[in-house]
């Protein structure tokens, strides 16, 4: 199955506190910001790379609420790395895939993700403590 790194999802207190930081050390532009309420995040994605299938990002999340995924994490270890996202050029096939390797996964068809992108979620506990996200990018126009 052909995979790349799509993005590394970072739990920030004060997202623009962490855009701040982010760009100045490593020059990034920020490339898509958006407000999810499904998910409970303001988000911000940091432009690294492009490659083969797609670019890959830095996604800077600030949870909207404490009782949300980012809220919680951030509550019980503090902000730094959330999850790890993979780039997959077909959403449902990763999952069935996956899933048929006994991973759990958190979502039963794709959710709505940054720029336009359609997402899964795979139980950390089965990934070897990474929370995992399966992302099909937006088709280029
Ligand atoms: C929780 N655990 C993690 C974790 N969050 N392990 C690694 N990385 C994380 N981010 C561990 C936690 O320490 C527990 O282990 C165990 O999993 C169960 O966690 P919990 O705190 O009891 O349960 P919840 O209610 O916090 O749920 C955790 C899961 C939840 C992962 C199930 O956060 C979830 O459904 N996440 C998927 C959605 C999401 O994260 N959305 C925000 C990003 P111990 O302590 O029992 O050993 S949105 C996004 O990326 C977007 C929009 C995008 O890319 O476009
Ligand atoms: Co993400």
């Given amino acids: 199955m052909f995979m790349r790194i ?7 207190r004060d997202l623009e506190e962490k855009i701040e930081l982010f760009s ?4 990034l ?11 409970g ?4 994605m940091l432009h690294v790379a492009d490659g083969e299938g797609g670019g890959s990002y830095i996604q800077l999340l600030e949870p909207l609420s404490e ?11 503090g902000e730094g790395v959330h999850h790890v996202a993979f780039g997959v050029p077909d959403v449902e096939g990763a999952m069935a895939t996956i899933g048929g390797k ?4 958190l ?3 794709p959710r709505h993700g940054s720029m336009g992108s359609r997402i899964a979620f795979l139980h950390p506990k ?5 929370l995992t996200e399966l992302v099909e990018a937006a088709k280029q126009q």
């Fill in 6 to 12: 799509d993005h590394i999802g970072i739990a920030c």
């Fill in 24 to 27: 100045s050390l490593f020059e």
């Fill in 29 to 39: 532009e920020v490339v898509a910001r958006e407000i999810n309420e499904e998910q």
């Fill in 41 to 44: 995040v303001k988000e911000a």
């Fill in 67 to 77: 009782d949300s995924p980012v809220g919680k994490f951030i509550a019980k270890r």
């Fill in 102 to 105: 006994g991973v759990r996964l």
């Fill in 107 to 109: 979502d039963e068809r």
């Fill in 126 to 130: 089965d990934v070897g403590g990474m």
